[in-house]
């Protein structure tokens, strides 16, 4: 399945969804992200720019991580990670959350702002999701989210 980029250029959605199921069914998810992004950046709905929005879902993902976490898990240095999550915390999507056990530590989470967002993008998911159950018997429907559940545990570690 380790396919370079040159390989799949100037072929149809429908070949690439023949040659690579996974990669097809990524790209539509994320076709769908983007406009609905740049949608809600263009009519004022979202405060943030692209970037922000990228900044604070891998925040959400890391799961309450130090900015030193967040600067390297995209790589870009401390000031500048400091630089992009107070703007985050300025327009109420992030705040620092001081450690119990140690005081001088603070994690970033995500306001009750980010989640009211991030809900909306949810639903296209749950849509799916009821076309999936419609489709398919429930032993199929069963099948899918094991081996989705596979793909997330065991094919990808690195991203656990």
């Known amino acids: 399945m380790n396919k370079s980029p040159d390989k799949r ?3 149809t959605s429908d070949e690439i969804l023949e040659k690579n199921p996974l990669s097809a069914v990524y790209s539509k998810f994320r076709i769908h992200y983007y406009r609905d992004v740049f949608h809600r ?4 709905e979202l405060s943030l720019t692209t970037t922000e929005v990228y900044c604070v ?7 309450k991580p130090t900015i030193q976490e967040f600067a390297n898990f995209i790589g870009i240095s401390s000031p500048n990670a400091t630089y992009k999550v107070n703007s985050l915390i300025k327009k109420g999507y992030v705040e620092k959350v001081q450690s119990d056990t140690d005081k001088r530590e603070f994690y970033l989470d995500v306001t009750e702002k980010f989640y009211r967002y991030y809900n909306i993008n949810e639903k296209y998911l749950d849509i799916v ?9 429930e032993e199929e429907f069963k099948m899918f989210n094991d081996t989705l559940k ?4 065991d094919m990808m570690p ?3």
């Open 158 to 160: 690195e991203e656990n």
């Open 9 to 11: 250029v100037g072929l």
């Open 41 to 44: 950046i263009n009519s004022r």
């Open 150 to 153: 596979k793909i997330y545990h």
């Open 57 to 63: 879902e891998i925040i959400h993902s890391l799961n």
């Open 129 to 137: 999701e009821e076309r999936l159950k419609k489709e398919l018997s």
